[in-house]
């Protein structure tokens, strides 16, 4: 009988606010969590260490741009990503299928051999299986693997959603297979359905007969509105095993995460922090910033005064504000930082209200400020 442990451990809830941890072989991450995307091995324009000061528990990687760059020959032979982009803590891979649909130039699903695409970079055909993608993810090495499955863009026809969910169950089952229930490792479903309630309940149903070790909502980062994806977590994570963790896939804005939070999920990433950062935009405890706006060419200012993470802080609005508008590399080095930064000191505020029972609170005074 195997003997694996169990990855997640419910300590406190605060109506469905949920205070918890994940125990992986390369650390333990405090939920709810918001893990940076590291797409290519890299959090985009911010160095390693500096991301560790940020006290950032997890990153995310991804299938499909890493097996075409740098290829798993590569990451083999260094033993994983963490070792190849010397980051010393958990990892959570994204399987592809998302960016297999978005990005590439062809694309065709076929439900037995997989996923069927040209490359974004350069043309070259490949197919990305299931089995394929758990092999790429075991390669990585990442603590948390998510199986491949099926992402229909933002739709209405409930027939295309009610077949990628067929296949996306039947891909989900061989990635079980693959997966093997390594020990060490742990392998999360996704619960597709676009914004259909029953869709995603049968989605659910068919992931939870399969008993894996959490379980991730997709589908819900591809243009829908907030008060849309909001009303498929009410219904949808009352449905959901309590004792395993909840992952939000690609969500968001710090008032997207408040709100999820508030319907019980556990676990987010969203590239926002760093692309808003490459176009002047932050994140503070007032609110956003947009930097370039001709208001803070004089203002002498930090960013945010709240912010805790040492040297940030010494630099004005107005320093920022010309780097922005001269398009230097540093302003967005500068406010990428910053916001993952922020997004980190978000997540820890959440996790205290939750903890003293205050969470109700903090939501209704956060909720409407980011949007």
Known sequence: ????????????????????????????????????????????????????????????????????????????????????????????????GFQVMSLSKFNKIDEKKGAIFSSHIDGKRFILSPEKSIQIQKIINSDILMVLDVCPKLTKDKKNISEAIKTSTNWAKRCKDEFNNENNKFLFGIIQGGLFEDLRIESLENLKALNFDGLALGGLAVGEKQNEMFMILEKITKLMPSDKPRYLMGVGTPSDILGAVNYGIDMFDCVLPTRSGRTGLAYTWSGKINI??????????????????????KYSKSYLNHLVNTNEILASMIISLHNVNFYQEFMRRIRSEIKEGTFSAFYKKYIKMYN
């Open 1 to 96: 009988m195997n003997s694996k442990k169990k990855i997640f451990e419910l300590i406190k809830k605060c109506q469905e606010a949920r205070l918890g941890k994940i125990k992986t072989t390369h650390g333990i991450i405090d939920t709810p969590a918001f893990m940076p995307v590291g797409t290519q091995g890299t959090v985009k324009g911010i160095f390693v260490d500096d991301i560790l000061n940020t006290k950032t528990q997890i990153i995310l990687g991804n299938t499909y741009h890493l097996f075409l760059r740098p290829g798993i020959e590569i990451l083999g032979k260094f033993g994983g990503l963490q070792k190849f982009m010397n980051w010393n803590k958990p990892i959570l891979t994204d399987s592809g």
């Open 292 to 313: 370039r706006n001709s208001k803070y060419k004089n203002d002498h200012t930090p960013l945010d005064p709240e912010n805790n993470l040492r040297n940030l802080n």
